[in-house]
């Protein structure tokens, strides 16, 4: 499914930026940075499994290439707490923080698909189970880059120019174990978001395409 996912945003993407070229021809306009097309927004991080908790915050800034596709460069805050890390009654705690970027393909007007690279700088945080004999408390730094890909519903979007909230699920398909998006057994977590995407530099009269 995964797979899939990531082929059927290749070709939108394709065919996106055939349509904006076909747009451009047809309106008589030139291409180039439109102030209009951009946006910010953020949205929050839910992740839960039967040992692992993540909460987490991502702001970021785009733009639309047309009313199909959307890029934008991201930044993330997440906390995680996960139990029987290593043994039945351990804990591990990690704040995790980063740079980003994702493109996200319309193949409808308020269902999308979603691609993100994410590189992640983690503290992480060991203590072991009461009376352990195994391990021992330690605190150290890591290094994880993750590839999310899924998709999601854009509710009162219109096209470039709108502002709209939106949900989404994605999974972590990369291999890094240390990514903040997997359980102790380098399984995949479901991402689950909420957030609302703001339109910048709109004027009263603006048609929305």
Do not use: C
Request: net charge positive.
């Amino acid at each position: 499914m995964k797979k899939i996912v990531i082929v059927l945003a290749l070709m939108s993407t394709y065919n996106a930026l055939q349509a904006q070229d076909e747009e451009n021809v047809s309106d008589g306009k030139k291409g180039g940075f439109k102030k209009e097309n951009m946006f910010v927004g953020g949205n929050l991080d839910m992740s839960f499994s039967n040992s692992s908790t993540a909460l987490g915050i991502s702001p970021y800034v785009g733009y639309s290439i047309n009313k199909y596709l959307d890029v934008a460069v991201s930044t993330n805050i997440n906390y995680i707490s996960l139990r029987d890390y290593q043994e039945y009654g351990d804990k591990a705690r990690q704040t995790v923080y980063g740079p980003g970027a994702f493109v996200r393909v319309f193949p409808f007007r308020f269902i999308f698909a979603q691609a993100q690279y994410e590189f992640n700088f983690i503290k992480f945080r060991y203590i072991p189970a009461k009376n352990s004999t195994f391990y021992s408390p330690f605190r150290e730094g890591r290094d994880a880059h993750s590839f999310l890909v899924g998709g999601g519903y854009a509710g009162g979007r219109e096209g470039v120019g709108s502002s709209f909230y939106y949900i989404s699920v994605m999974w972590d398909i990369g291999s890094n174990s240390y990514s903040p998006y997997k359980d102790e057994l380098n399984r995949a977590l479901p991402i689950f978001r909420i957030g609302y995407n703001i339109a910048l530099f709109q004027g009263g009269g603006r048609r929305r395409r």
